[in-house]
T-cell receptor, first 112, second 114 residues
């Protein structure tokens, strides 16, 4: 079965600093989703990457998919307290059309 | 466009009882999937329904069941509750699932079994 490993598990940064979160898959990635979650709440969709080499940006968040490395990265520029939360990567195992396998998440704390 | 709505938001039940959770997908979305989230196991897939049919089921005991109605609303039921069933239950909807189709999640139902 496919496993997604996220690193780091937790991250504390000073407001204004840049940061990167990685998501590495044990098997071929057929697509990769990034979500953000506030503790105890639902998942907020951030980005969906479908092709190797694809890069998407939204506001200060950029995500890339490296198909060969079976890895995706999420980069936040000039972090703000509003970026704090749990970041989760999810992928359709084997290109599944009905479910996502998720990483354990990265807890981001941004200190003002 | 309304998002995915899950009710209730919080629930406290006693061991041995049963519980029903509801999920209303985004209008037009025919696929609804359910996930269980716990601190130890993270997010785990329970099952998925598409056009009233269960397409796939995760590795959960038969106490966990679900169904989908003709309007795509879905319910999941857990019978004979155990303490370990305490978790955040999330549902997600998508048009048809698969690559390129985004999954939108609801706010979840926090179930506490005492």
């Amino acid at each position: 079965s496919q496993e997604l490993e996220q690193s780091p598990q937790s991250l504390i940064v000073q407001e204004g600093k840049n940061l990167t979160i990685n998501c590495t898959s044990s098997k071929t990635l057929y697509g990769l989703y990034w979500y953000k979650q506030k503790y105890g709440e639902g998942l907020i969709f951030l980005m969906m990457l479908q092709k190797g080499g694809e890069e998407k940006s939204h506001e200060k968040i950029t995500a890339k998919l490296d198909e060969k490395k079976q890895q995706s990265s999420l980069h936040i520029t000039a972090s703000q307290p509003s970026h704090a939360g749990i970041y989760l990567c999810g992928a359709p195992p084997g290109g599944s059309n009905y479910k996502l396998t998720f990483g354990k998440g990265t807890l981001l704390t941004v200190n003002p | 466009k309304a998002g995915v709505t899950q009710t209730p938001r919080y629930l406290i039940k006693t061991r041995g009882q049963q519980v029903t959770l509801s999920c209303s997908p985004i209008s037009g979305h025919r696929s609804v999937s359910w996930y269980q989230q716990t601190p130890g196991q993270g997010l785990q897939f329970l099952f998925e329904y598409f056009s009233e049919t269960q397409r796939n089921k995760g590795n959960f005991p038969g106490r966990f069941s679900g169904r989908q109605f003709s309007n795509s609303r879905s319910e999941m039921n857990v019978s004979t509750l155990e303490l370990g069933d305490s978790a955040l239950y999330l549902c997600a909807s998508t048009d048809r699932g698969g690559l390129g189709y985004g999954y939108t999640f609801g706010s979840g139902t926090r179930l506490t079994v005492v």
